[in-house]
């Protein structure tokens, strides 16, 4: 991982979250998936949506979008790295940015991955994310989706406050 001095902060602007939305419904898996600028809007704006950017040397690099809502709450919805940061520890910063960020209220955090993206299968397999679950032909036919899990522990009896000072 190179030190880009990634800065990240959320989004708010509709206008950012937009031209993020677009970005990536040019790119893969999004575009692969058939997912247009209205989906992908609706996946970094939706309700409960909390999508934060990373910036370099004032650049947009890549985004997250998280939900601590639902079954699920801790999941990571969006993960995107423009493609001129990918391999540059951008998306590192933003996994464990959203990690700490899900970690202050839940011990599990989820995401989803296309089984075609062997990329990004390898890079969440080394930040330590193990299969929980499989959805098959789930957005289109012939690609399953991979629910990844990262965990801390159990819901009950976790205690983030006990988890940031290293108690049990």
């Known amino acids: 991982m190179y030190d880009l001095g990634v800065k990240i902060t959320r989004m708010r602007s509709r206008r950012l979250l937009r031209a993020a939305a ?8 999004w575009r692969r998936l058939g997912i247009d600028g209205k989906g992908c809007f609706a996946a970094v704006a939706g309700p409960g949506m909390e999508t934060y950017a990373a ?7 890549g985004h997250v979008s998280l939900t601590l809502n639902g079954l699920l709450r801790g999941y990571i919805r969006v993960m995107f790295v423009g493609e001129a940061f990918r391999g540059r520890g951008v998306g590192e910063a933003l996994i ?7 970690l202050r209220d839940s011990p599990n955090v989820f995401l ?3 089984s075609f993206n062997a990329g990004a299968r390898r890079f969440y397999r080394r930040l330590g994310y193990v299969r929980a679950g499989l959805f098959r032909d789930f957005i289109v036919k012939g690609a399953d989706e991979l629910l ?8 009950r009896g976790y205690s983030p406050a006990r988890r940031r000072h290293g108690k049990s």
């Open 22 to 29: 677009g970005e990536m419904a040019a790119s893969d898996p």
């Open 55 to 61: 910036f370099v040397d004032g650049r947009r690099a």
């Open 96 to 102: 464990a940015f959203a990690e700490r960020r899900i």
């Open 112 to 114: 989803c991955v296309s």
């Open 148 to 155: 990844l899990r990262k965990t801390a522990g159990p819901f």
